[in-house]
């Protein structure tokens, strides 16, 4: 019987430190992550009982408690983070406190991924490719912001004074990670090619005139 | 760099926002008796000030919510950014002392100078 193997986007990646091993790009796998929706004046409470933690409020603020964090996204939008294979029971405890409101919760767990970016150059990395300004005086430990890093589009929290897990889609992970590593490459990060960089549709009969037999390569696609 | 306020995520780079087009525009109720020039008045006719008037942008980056802003066109200044659903603040743009109302700020005329 073939093992089940559960595969992270980034699992192809090593983790990649700067030449003076300050600053580290590392993946962390499997965090799991919940979409919490619902008007905060109607099921704030009842979140909150079960994170033990209040429920964040206004833009930048994130809670953090022993069931995990939750981090504001939008006015009537969270983010909750929890341990690997936490999701499931926390998705069914935020479910049965949440009975009778008017709420969505949906695990996104393996939808998204999570890159820690941590050590001295974490900001000044950071400061190259967004429009944030993530000054140590301006985004605290703490914070949490949704903003651009290129041309992706993560959720971003600084879980400590110099260190960042930056919550990203699985299909922009490759990008945004190997646009951290170019970011970081002043510093001695190996720069990195993203995956299917420089990959364009190619329709052989299109060229040609004559439709292309349609071949069969028997070889199994190989792991990245 | 054109800076932003959304209402709920604060001051942010315009890259992060999208347009909208003017605001407070409503849907007909009657939209089954009306002419097909009065759903083209709806769907196409806008005004085009030069000066101000209020726009929907939404902040696609962020918090992906939509908003209204009072923007001054002959200037690109925010004058305000509300909430959907708030009424519209009443705000006025300090003139252009030049006839043409060159912008103040961006547009390399000296001459020009805003009226208080």
Redesign the interface.
Known sequence: MTAMQRRSPLGFRAAQHTADGSTSITEKQFEGKLILRGNPSAIGANVAGVMATPMPA??HETATGPRGTTQW???D?WLILTAPGGETDLSRDLTAALTGKHHQIANVTDYYTTIALSGAHARDMLMKIA??DFDPLTFKSGMG????LGRA?PWLRATASDSFDIIIRISMADYLWCLLAESGHEWGLAGLTPKGAGVTLHLPHFETGTPAAPAIDPTPTPDL | MLLITCPHCGTRDQSEFTYGGEAHISRPANSETMTDAQWAEFVFMRNNPKGVWAERWMHASGCRKWFNAVRDTSTDRFLAVYKIGEPRPNVTAAGLATPSGEPVIGSGNDAAKVMR
Do not use: A, I
Request: proline fraction near 8%.
């Open positions: 206004k833009v996204l939008s006015p939008e429009t944030v912001v949704t903003t651009n589009n």
